[in-house]
């Protein structure tokens, strides 16, 4: 007995510490009931969850509602309290937080991005409440950030005034200025990030890359089409609305890994310049309806599902496709068809999604393979990629000798020969695209041409079937890579 009194008392010492100090300044119940004039415990209290990736316009919204009013101000919440209780609990009982009363203390600020620029960032309120009239009347506002510790996965803001209908209005300008506003609009995001580290799980802003046509080595007018439907109709929006046509829509690039599906999308991104994009790839597909929804509100918009068979992959839940997979699809459906979005999504492995895109019929209304180059496909991208450095037989000899190899195979093989160039100190001759040609196609580079797209016995991994480098795991989120795996091309992609 009289252990378990011990372990009483320190319980009730623990908490007793969790409390906030008397810090000798008001309590916050005091300063809302002054600002509304009414014991706040008695008002309703209206909230609405914010995901991580719309507090910044959800901060850029509530500042400019309270700008209006000259006298507005903002007060913080003392103590561990602000973490766990809800603006409705910190106020109840006399003196509010149940009797115990809690001092009004500091406001606590996130610096959060908002474009890809190192520079681009705001000072976002996560804990703070906000005092200023609205249409004349008091009310107050509170305003929360996300809290992996505290179990909060998103923010929110709670309004209280004397009259619901205020609260209402105040909630439905915010979330209209949200939208208006967004950081998001225009921009090239990815979702999630690493979820184990600090303060991610929002937005990760990308440079747009620039890719032009010329750039993508692709058999005749195969990047025309894929580019006339993801791009082409965003253009002609106007006039494929006025004779009722449906602007959402869906294209599929499939092939072996490494032949320019990414480099595909890069691309088409370049050429949408003013389009919303949502990368989602791995992991962070299962933000699909955020996404949905950022490209909803911030039209035109492309969302790309990067490698979307590895959600096919994890059979963990079912047989064949996943629950997950199945989202994807719905939520390329949800969407209203006038809608001016384009899901683009892409897949080393087409066979694992036949299934599902065949029970989900609709979703995709162009498939584009993307093949492993053929002879003048190789020569093209030697000349893109070496053409300045290797005279025109060199290449020809190289393009021949490397057939069933993939695009990326031969932008390493350039590399290689001007590695080994450096190595000897000597500028880069054909010579050196010999040698490297040499030891990439010896057999102590099996597991490096494998790497690069090509099976082991020195042929091509499309063998009707597409293949990747199986036994490798995938990376979830790899998406924050995706624009970063080229090196040389000047678009290092948020690590
Ligand atoms: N068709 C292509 N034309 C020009 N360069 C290409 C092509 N395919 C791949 N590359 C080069 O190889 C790199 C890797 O290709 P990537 O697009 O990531 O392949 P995938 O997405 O099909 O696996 C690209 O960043 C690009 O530099
Ligand atoms: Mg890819």
Do not use: W
């Not at 004039?37 to 901060?59: K, N, S």
């Not at 998103?154 to 209908?165: F, K, L, Q, T, Y």
């Not at 225009?186 to 979820?195: E, L, M, S, Y």
């Not at 199945?326 to 492995?349: C, K, P, Q, S, Y």
């Amino acid at each position: 007995m009289d252990s378990l009194l011990d372990d009483f008392h320190r319980v009730v010492r623990a908490v007793l510490e969790q409390l906030p100090r008397d810090t000798g300044g008001p309590r916050l119940v005091d300063v809302l009931a002054a600002h509304l004039g009414l014991e706040p415990h008695t008002l309703a209290v209206v909230a609405a969850q914010v995901p991580p990736h719309r507090l910044v316009d959800a901060d850029i919204a509530l500042a400019e509602v309270a700008g209006d009013d000259p006298d507005r101000s903002l007060v913080g919440i003392a103590g561990d309290a602000r973490h766990h209780m809800s603006l409705g609990d910190l106020v109840q009982g006399p003196g509010g937080m149940y009797g115990v009363g809690v001092p009004v203390g500091q406001v606590d600020y996130d610096r959060m991005p908002t474009g890809p620029g190192k520079d681009d960032r705001r000072q976002v309120v996560t804990s703070g409440i906000r005092l200023f009239r609205f249409g004349g009347r008091p009310v107050v506002v509170r305003q929360q950030g996300m809290n992996r510790q505290f179990g909060r996965e998103s923010g929110s803001i709670e309004v209280m005034s004397a009259e619901r209908d205020l609260s209402d209005a105040l909630m439905a300008r915010v979330q209209a200025l949200m939208d208006e506003r967004s950081i998001l609009r225009g921009q090239v995001v990815t979702f999630g990030g690493d979820p184990y580290g600090p303060g991610m799980a929002g937005v990760t802003f990308v440079e747009r890359p620039a890719v032009d046509a010329g750039a993508v080595v692709l058999p005749d007018g195969l990047l025309a089409r894929v580019a006339d439907h993801v791009v082409g109709m965003g253009v002609q929006r106007e006039r494929l609305r006025a004779q009722g046509q449906h602007l959402k829509r869906g294209v599929l690039l499939y092939g072996p890994p490494g032949t320019g599906k990414t480099h595909t999308v890069r691309h088409l991104l370049s050429a949408t310049p003013g389009a919303t994009a949502v990368l989602l790839s791995g992991g962070s597909l299962r933000f699909i309806h955020d996404a949905a929804k950022v490209a909803r509100a911030h039209q035109p918009a492309i969302v790309v599902l990067e490698d979307c068979d590895l959600v096919a992959e994890d059979r963990s839940f079912s047989m064949g496709a996943t629950p997950l997979l199945f989202e994807v699809l719905d939520a390329l459906d949800g969407l209203d068809a006038h809608a001016d979005v384009a899901f683009v999504l892409t897949t080393n492995r087409v066979e694992d999604l036949e299934v599902a895109l065949a029970q989900r019929p609709g979703r995709v209304d162009l498939a584009a393979e993307i093949p492993l180059p053929d002879l003048e496909g190789r020569l093209s991208l030697l000349r893109l990629y070496g053409g300045h450095l290797f005279g025109a037989e060199a290449m020809s000899a190289a393009a021949a000798r490397t057939e069933g190899t993939t695009a990326s195979f031969a932008k390493e093989l350039v590399r290689r020969a001007v590695l080994a160039a450096a190595l000897a100190d000597e500028p880069p001759s054909d010579d050196h695209l010999g040698l490297a040609l040499d030891e990439l196609l010896s057999d102590a580079q099996r597991l490096t041409r494998s790497l690069l797209g090509v099976e082991a016995d020195g042929r091509g991994g499309h063998d009707g079937r597409a293949s990747g480098p199986r036994g490798f795991p995938h990376r979830p989120g790899r998406a924050v890579a995706m624009f970063g795996d080229s090196p040389g091309e000047g678009h290092p992609g948020p690590v």
